[in-house]
């Protein structure tokens, strides 16, 4: 079911049109202030604890629609299931993003790209500034890996509860990573431990889409350089895979393109290996 699931959500993400006006997280912010001004002062309270208290409310009452819904029909569990693994997604389509980002370039609207760039990049799009393709294609790499495959694999492995988990430790990333205490502290590690293991199989899946040689030499050469090794062995596996080269060695517009739309493609290839393996497993009875 988790298969059929996942199939029919990609599809719905993909053609049935935008959903990112329906993935509002503004309730979670609400919803952190509110109860960290509830909780008692102290590094404990303010700290993990705090954090596994914030993350728990919004798992029991997934938990909870499903018990009411696995009384009623399975049917029910299904659907539900899929709204909530398409909440889970982006919460922004990446490859409408980029698709949108390639054709400003193509059309030569340098105001426009400039403003999708910055978008995907995370940046202001007054503090634009002609961002360099490998910052992009770095940037495709990991936001693959956050908004979709990490999902899908919290989803495969716990249903719709890992799916939320894993988007709300994203946003939570997103709203404190770059403060400082204990709480900003407890949401980084709660993000880089959920992200550990498919970051890992995410770095597999590129290498199998890709040069599967070239893949593992650069993760076990320049995995390091990031400080985040998540985020580290993302890149270089993803860079590997598509034998990426620099700037110097092609025309600068054109090079920029093509690498944008080869690791589109990367990513698509990616989706493709992991849909196949989780296929395999469920029919070797080890996935649901």
């Known amino acids: 079911m988790a298969l059929i699931a996942i199939l029919i959500s990609l599809f719905i993400e993909r053609f049935l049109g935008s959903l990112e006006e329906l993935r509002r997280f503004d309730w979670l912010t609400s919803y952190t202030e509110w109860l960290r001004s509830r909780l008692p002062a102290g590094e404990i309270w303010q700290g993990p604890l705090g954090l596994l208290v914030v993350v728990a409310g919004p798992v029991v009452a997934v938990l909870l629609i499903l018990a009411f819904l696995t009384d009623i029909s399975w049917?029910?569990?299904f659907f539900f299931s899929i709204l909530a693994l398409l909440y889970s997604f982006g919460p922004k389509d990446l490859e409408a993003q980029v698709e949108a980002y390639v054709d400003a370039k193509e059309r030569d609207d340098?105001?426009?790209?400039?403003?999708?760039?910055?978008?995907?990049l995370g940046q202001e799009p007054e503090a634009c500034a002609a961002p360099e393709a490998r910052l992009l294609v770095e940037c495709i790499l990991v936001e693959a890996h956050e908004r979709l495959l990490a999902v899908m694999f919290w989803f495969v492995l716990l249903?719709?509860?890992g799916a939320l988990l894993y988007r709300m430790a994203c946003q939570l990333r997103a709203q404190h990573g770059n403060e400082e205490g204990e709480f900003a502290d407890a949401v980084k590690r709660l993000h880089y431990l959920l992200g550990w293991l498919p970051a890992r199989l995410t770095a597999l899946a590129y290498a199998l889409g890709g040069s599967f040689v070239e893949a593992m030499h650069s993760w076990r050469e320049e995995a390091s350089r990031w400080d985040d090794a998540n985020r580290g062995i993302l890149i270089s596996s993803g860079l590997g895979a598509m034998r990426f080269v620099s700037e110097d060695e092609a025309e600068p517009d054109e090079w920029l393109l093509d690498s944008i739309?080869?690791?589109v493609s990367l990513v698509r290839r990616a989706v493709l290996v992991f849909l196949t393996l989780?296929?395999?497993l469920i029919l070797a009875g080890w996935a649901p």
Not at 110 to 120: D, G, R, V
């Open 278 to 280: 989780l296929a395999l």
């Open 159 to 161: 249903g719709p509860v």
């Open 75 to 77: 049917l029910l569990v």
């Open 110 to 120: 340098a105001e426009s790209a400039c403003w999708h760039a910055t978008e995907l």
């Open 261 to 263: 739309k080869e690791t």
